[in-house]
């Protein structure tokens, strides 16, 4: 039988993507907890985790065991409920794109907190290959990401636009050609989606700028962009003081954001409305 202080272990790993990380939030040394996920890997008869020099990676047979760990963890925690009288508190855990704008996420919870006061929500943010990762390693039970597959609910579809400092000679245009940006310094999103498009778009236009500052960052961007040093290209819904946005001219792409369940999450769909019809009310299209 595997104890549960090993269950506690590998989640706490999972979730933090490193083992000196996930020591810290269960309390015991590192080599303890070393020690710990090497008897749950001999007891489970499988290599669960990867080790690279970065961080810890789910094998495919410790991702089948994620998904079934966190079912364990979650009916522990409901039978000491029923023991206790007390009725548990659900945690509806809610993966956002990294690229949507602060000012919509900050709009929501202002809804939540409203309209939902009773519903705890936890946010994780990634990418879009990291929250899909999180969906099905049972890290998040739903994501507000973007969607590709006919079983997500689709919000809405938005292109890009240039951000330009309000004072700039061009940004009263409501729209500009790649090639009004030859000479201007830009500023790299580097966790934008549309990057490598975005990069390609210029270069066919021969244009070749100096970058000023790559972020991973979008409110520092956007910032910079006010302060002048640079300009860059934003999905549309971003707005900023200070930054006007006018469209690109034959840069085509869009996004699609929507939100998809994981697997293990259907429990959750009842208590979970009021966060929908949140999710629905700020980012529908």
């Given amino acids: 039988m595997i104890d549960r202080y090993l269950l506690r272990y590998f989640l706490a790993v999972i979730d933090n993507g490193s083992f000196t990380a996930a020591a810290n939030q269960v309390n015991v040394t590192q080599p303890t ?85 009773g519903v705890r929500v936890e946010l994780l943010e990634g990418n879009e290959r990291s929250l899909t990762q999180y969906l099905a390693r049972g890290r998040i039970d739903l994501a507000l990401t973007i969607v590709r597959d006919a079983d997500a609910e689709p919000l809405r579809t938005e292109g890009y636009a240039l951000a330009l400092p309000s004072a700039h000679p061009l940004a009263a245009e409501p729209s500009l050609p790649g090639e009004a940006m030859a000479g201007e310094t830009m500023i790299v999103r580097r966790h934008c ?13 021969g244009i070749r700028p100096f970058f000023a500052l790559r972020t991973t960052n979008d409110d520092r961007a956007l910032d910079m962009v006010r302060a002048g040093l640079g300009v860059t290209v934003v999905p549309a819904s971003h707005r900023h003081a200070g930054v006007a946005s006018p469209a690109l001219t034959g840069f085509d792409l869009t996004r699609t954001l929507g939100l998809v369940w994981g697997e293990d999450a259907a429990r959750l769909r009842d208590d979970a409305e009021p966060l929908l019809d949140a999710l629905r009310a700020q980012f529908g299209g």
């Fill in 33 to 117: 907890l070393s020690a710990g996920i090497a008897k749950l890997e001999r007891e489970a008869g499988a290599k669960l985790l990867r080790r690279n020099s970065q961080r810890v990676e789910l094998t495919e047979a410790g991702a089948r065991f994620a998904v079934h760990a966190r079912r364990i963890e979650r009916e522990f925690h409901l039978a000491q409920a029923s023991i206790t009288g007390l009725a548990p508190v659900d945690t509806l855990r809610l993966g956002v794109l990294s690229t949507i704008a602060t000012a919509e996420l900050s709009a929501l919870v202002v809804t939540l907190a409203q309209t939902a006061p």
């Fill in 193 to 205: 989606e549309a990057l490598s498009e975005t990069s390609r778009y210029f270069t066919q236009r």
